[in-house]
């Protein structure tokens, strides 16, 4: 359970921050370059709410969610020890990963095949579920960096490289189901 009376604590003033372990690092960590960048993902996707109803408003409150148990698992380094925490450990699982590729497929069902890639646009929601897109890949490939060096749960790195599929085919639909697209057209101010 989270407690938060004091909002400020001054513990960052000298540029470092603790992991969820307890661990001090440096603020530019890569691990909290990852989890920060997670964080950013989430905020974006409270601007695509904005726009949202039903159930892609309800799928975004899920994904929000997860952003914040993926946070936590990206938060705590050397998965081997997760045993010795005395409690249990907040990770990604597979279903999590599972429930994501379920709803990219049921939205994919309702939108007829692309021939031209996408440019992001299109209503309001599809232009933030866009951006949620791109952030989205850029924590994938911050989280993908840290695995190089240091434990990740690669359940959250699967999560992430479906999340930005997901918000693609979401924001198509955003786009009266594709139909409001706009397409590259390749070369067309040469």
Known sequence: MVVLN???????????TALVDGTRVAK?????????TVDETNSVIGMARLHAGGDLDAALARIQNDLFDLGADLGRPAMEKDAEA???VLRVVASQVA??????????AALAPLRSFVLPGGSALS??????????????RLAVELAA??????EAI??????????FVAARVANDNGRADVLWVP???R
Request: proline share 5%; net charge positive.
């Open 28 to 36: 530019y960590n890569p691990r909290v370059e990852a989890y920060g």
């Open 158 to 167: 699967r999560y992430l490289n479906r999340l930005s599929d997901w918000f």
């Open 99 to 108: 429930r994501l590729e379920s709803e990219i497929d049921a939205m994919n």
């Open 86 to 88: 005395g409690y249990p």
């Open 187 to 189: 070369g067309a101010n």
């Open 149 to 154: 060096g240091e434990s990740v749960n690669p």
């Open 127 to 140: 232009a933030h579920l866009h951006l949620a897109r791109t952030v989205s890949r850029r924590a994938e």
């Open 6 to 16: 004091r909002i400020y604590t001054r513990t960052g003033d000298r540029g470092e």
